[in-house]
């Protein structure tokens, strides 16, 4: 029988005009109706033009009309009301000559959520793609650390930032920016201000990915990004044990708040090979593959614990750069087709 699940389903495919994320995960649908195989939608803009309104409409359209039962469609657009300082949401802007921006998040710290990202950007790199690499982590930056980076940023004849490059990377971090040992003491709208900054004030094109690093938490720092950019998903980083996935949780249903869509999740630390060859479950194991499985969400796989990836962060080689050929690097190098494929 025809229900909201079967036509919100049938809208995912609908994507927004010079997006890559789709109408539904916009959060621009505000009402459906069913009445004996007619639907009437209500579709709410911020912006656009009236080209893409048109293009949305014919979208929608063609996608519900092969929905079976489907026999009418109506689509309405309405004005969103005034808000004095208008939707949290209203100053995103797509950066020209960037394909895609991904989160790396998980809400906790310590779940080497930086360790994946600066591998996955290597992998990504290696496969070919153009990648830029953003840490958002104001307080605690270790990306300089992790991809071996000490220089600062230039300026450009346009007053913007020119982000260094290592390892066929571009990269972006607060701690490009201070001493090495200072610390940053700054409240939260300074932290917006840093973030908003380092994404439109920088010349990142032209990219394929643009992967941001997040901090740990559903603060400031994740807010800010969500009003700037608007993303084409998140990537969630968990360990296997129970203390590392209720704090996860939050950061999925962060994301889902911010209609921001979940790419998948990948279980880091899965697990250890003794130099005998015994696999050791030091923090459990299945714990990400299964709370994917509750929530609904794509199980991209398990990164193990390897020596050389420790090494590797240490060092500002990755493990993939350093010892692409190895088991550690495949793990990462897996990881990137599959978020290539999922967005193209």
């Given at each position: 029988?025809?229900?909201?699940e079967?036509?919100?389903n049938a809208l995912?495919?609908?994507k927004?005009?010079?997006?890559?994320?789709?109408?539904?995960?916009?959060?621009?649908?505000k009402?459906?109706?069913?009445?004996a195989?007619?639907?009437s939608?209500?579709?709410?803009?911020t912006?656009?033009?009236p080209?893409?309104?048109?293009q949305?409409?014919?979208?929608?359209?063609k996608a519900?009309?092969?929905?079976?039962?489907?026999?009418q469609?109506?689509?309405?657009?309405?004005?969103?009301?005034?808000t004095?300082?208008?939707?949290?949401?209203?100053?995103?802007?797509k950066l020209?000559?960037?394909n895609?921006?991904?989160?790396?998040a998980?809400g906790?710290?310590?779940?080497?959520?930086?360790?994946?990202?600066?591998?996955?950007?290597?992998a990504l790199?290696?496969?070919?793609?153009?990648?830029?690499?953003?840490?958002?982590d104001?307080y605690?930056?270790?990306?300089?650390?992790m991809?071996?980076?000490?220089?600062k940023?230039t300026?450009?004849?346009a007053?913007?930032l020119?982000?260094?490059?290592?390892?066929?990377?571009?990269l972006m971090?607060?701690g490009?920016l201070?001493?090495?040992?200072?610390?940053?003491?700054?409240r939260?709208?300074?932290?917006?201000?840093?973030?908003?900054?380092?994404?439109t004030?920088?010349e990142?094109?032209?990219l394929?990915?643009?992967?941001?690093?997040?901090p740990?938490?559903?603060?400031?720092?994740?807010?800010?990004?969500?009003?700037?950019?608007?993303?084409?998903g998140?990537?969630?980083?968990?360990?296997p044990?129970?203390?590392?996935?209720?704090?996860?949780?939050?950061?999925?249903a962060?994301?889902?708040k911010?209609?921001v869509p979940?790419?998948?999740?990948?279980?880091?630390?899965?697990?250890?090979?003794?130099p005998?060859?015994?696999?050791?479950?030091?923090?459990?194991?299945?714990g990400g593959?299964?709370e994917a499985?509750?929530?609904?969400?794509?199980?991209?796989?398990?990164?193990?614990?390897f020596?050389?990836?420790r090494?590797?962060?240490?060092t500002?080689?990755?493990?993939?750069v350093?010892?692409?050929?190895?088991a550690a690097?495949?793990?990462?190098?897996?990881?990137?087709?599959?978020?290539?494929?999922?967005?193209g």
């Amino acid at each position: 029988m025809l229900n909201q699940e079967i036509i919100t389903n049938a809208l995912k495919s609908v994507k927004y005009p010079g997006y890559s994320r789709d109408i539904v995960s916009f959060g621009i649908i505000k009402n459906i109706a069913l009445q004996a195989g007619a639907v009437s939608l209500s579709l709410q803009l911020t912006g656009g033009s009236p080209a893409v309104a048109g293009q949305i409409k014919a979208d929608v359209e063609k996608a519900l009309r092969a929905v079976p039962e489907v026999e009418q469609v109506q689509v309405e657009f309405i004005t969103p009301a005034a808000t004095g300082g208008g939707s949290a949401w209203s100053h995103q802007t797509k950066l020209p000559g960037i394909n895609r921006v991904v989160a790396v998040a998980s809400g906790k710290g310590g779940v080497g959520k930086s360790t994946v990202s600066v591998n996955l950007a290597c992998a990504l790199q290696r496969l070919g793609m153009r990648v830029g690499l953003l840490d958002c982590d104001i307080y605690g930056p270790s990306i300089p650390l992790m991809m071996g980076v000490r220089e600062k940023p230039t300026v450009s004849a346009a007053e913007k930032l020119v982000p260094p490059v290592r390892h066929g990377v571009k990269l972006m971090s607060m701690g490009l920016l201070v001493d090495e040992d200072a610390p940053v003491i700054w409240r939260g709208p300074m932290i917006m201000k840093a973030i908003q900054q380092f994404i439109t004030e920088v010349e990142w094109a032209p990219l394929d990915f643009l992967l941001v690093d997040m901090p740990p938490g559903t603060g400031d720092a994740q807010l800010s990004l969500c009003q700037t950019v608007p993303l084409d998903g998140g990537l969630i980083v968990t360990t296997p044990q129970e203390a590392s996935l209720g704090v996860v949780r939050k950061g999925i249903a962060m994301f889902e708040k911010v209609n921001v869509p979940i790419i998948g999740m990948v279980e880091n630390m899965s697990y250890f090979v003794t130099p005998g060859g015994e696999r050791v479950e030091i923090f459990g194991h299945g714990g990400g593959r299964a709370e994917a499985e509750r929530r609904n969400i794509p199980f991209l796989g398990e990164i193990p614990l390897f020596t050389e990836i420790r090494v590797g962060g240490d060092t500002g080689i990755p493990v993939v750069v350093g010892q692409p050929e190895g088991a550690a690097a495949g793990a990462f190098l897996t990881l990137g087709r599959l978020l290539r494929e999922k967005l193209g």
